[in-house]
């Protein structure tokens, strides 16, 4: 069976969300806090991207709906998770033991929860595809 050339033009967006979120990632960490939000902004422009050329293409793969949740994962829930904490760290130390502690632990909440999200619908029957369920990781 021959595999659809089509697909790798979704496959492509996606990629570039995937580096997009990484690249925030490292601009949080150097400090960069506004250049690594308008990334992550980016990113929900690439992730519009990859979803219409599949379906625009008809190139959708099983591949494609993984790839899209790892990268989504990285760019919608690592790199803000990041973002906050960074920006949050960079702020005066005075009291910050106890508070640190909340953010670290609410960013963890927000990672892990993302993480289910992305799963859910990785594992929702297509059927059930029609509607959207919960809050959007993007």
Same mark, same amino acid.
């Given at each position: ?12 967006? @996606?990629? #570039? %969300? ?9 601009? =949080? &960490?150097?400090? =960069?806090y ?8 980016? =990113? ?17 793969? &099983? ?14 829930? &690592?790199?803000?998770?990041? #973002?906050?904490?960074s920006?949050?760290? =960079?702020?005066?130390t005075?009291?910050? #033991? ?17 993480? &289910? ?12 595809? %029609? ?5 959007? @990781?993007?």
């Amino acid at each position: 069976m021959k595999k659809n050339p089509k697909i790798l033009i979704p496959n492509i967006f @996606t990629g #570039l %969300n995937m580096l997009i979120g990484l690249t925030s990632v490292f601009y =949080s &960490i150097q400090g =960069s806090y506004i250049d690594a939000a308008w990334l992550i902004l980016l =990113s929900t422009v690439m992730d519009k991207l990859d979803g219409t050329a599949a379906r625009f293409l008809n190139a959708s793969s &099983i591949f494609g709906v993984e790839f899209d949740s790892f990268s989504d994962f990285i760019s919608f829930a &690592i790199a803000p998770a990041i #973002l906050v904490f960074s920006y949050y760290n =960079s702020l005066s130390t005075e009291g910050r #033991l106890a508070q640190n502690f909340y953010v670290v632990a609410a960013c963890a909440v927000y990672v892990v929860f993302s993480a &289910i999200r992305l799963a859910k619908y990785n594992t929702t029957q297509s059927d059930d595809r %029609n509607y959207f369920y919960g809050m959007t @990781t993007t």
